[in-house]
């Protein structure tokens, strides 16, 4: 089992920045990725990144405006989101699992619990 929680979340104006942090415990992983889900919308990829080579994928959306890292001594995965816009605005959730990063979330097998973005306008 792999124990997931994320930190981080708020409230923010439009054009602003936060950082998510999302602490693992448990066993190994190789992949961490974040999705999100706004009201009445389906769960969304957002980023991943492979524990061991640090490659990383983004949804085009956020490319250029976020960055995912780890900090492998911490078991600690971050989602650094500058130039929020109000349509950032959802529940982000990190994921992991034991397989190369992907944006299909059916085959992440752990999740945290979430943390509320708000990006007022």
């Known amino acids: 089992q792999v124990q997931l929680v994320e930190s981080g979340g708020g409230w923010v104006q439009a054009g602003g920045s936060l950082r998510l942090s999302c602490a693992a415990s448990?066993?190994?992983?190789?992949?961490m990725g974040w999705f999100r889900q706004a009201p009445g919308k389906e769960r969304e990829f957002v980023a991943a990144?492979?524990?061991?080579?640090?490659?990383?994928i983004y949804e085009n959306s956020v490319k250029g405006r976020f960055t995912i890292s780890r900090d492998n001594a911490k078991n600690t995965g971050f989602l650094q989101m500058n130039s929020l816009k109000p349509e950032d605005t959802a529940v982000y959730y990190c994921?992991?699992?034991?397989?190369?990063?992907?944006?299909?979330?059916?085959?992440?097998?752990?999740w945290g619990q979430g943390t509320q973005v708000t990006v007022s306008s």
């Open positions: 448990g066993r190994t992983f190789s992949s």
């Open positions: 994921a992991a699992r034991n397989g190369e990063i992907t944006f299909r979330d059916a085959v992440y097998n752990y």
């Open positions: 990144i492979s524990w061991i080579g640090g490659r990383t």
